[in-house]
């Protein structure tokens, strides 16, 4: 499965490969079939997951309610949704190849 798909109810699925506890916040590229994204947040209380989620809203240039993770709030592999946006165009605001 791709990084970035659509998803059937017209959203954006992004598969991702979190790293909690980084020394800066940054999209990493591709690792496998998931983006990789490491974030400064400690993975406790859900910051990390809401500091994926404000690094890949900033990234793709839609507003921070529209992403959200969907799968493996608890897990290092995470799906997030994403709103208000094409396949195509997150693909290429995130730099990969669909």
Do not use: C, F, Y
């Amino acid at each position: 499965m791709p990084a970035v798909t659509l998803a059937p109810d017209g959203s954006v699925h992004i598969a991702v490969k979190a790293v909690p506890g980084a020394s800066r916040d940054q999209v990493s590229g591709l690792l496998g079939d998931r983006l990789k994204i490491r974030v400064s947040a400690p993975p406790e209380g859900g910051k990390a997951n809401e500091a994926i989620e404000t690094l890949l809203a900033d990234r793709l240039g839609v507003r921070r309610r529209d992403v959200r993770v969907i799968h493996g709030h608890s897990s290092q592999e995470k799906t997030l949704s994403v709103s208000g946006i094409s396949p195509a165009l997150a693909a290429e605001r995130l730099g990969i190849d669909r």
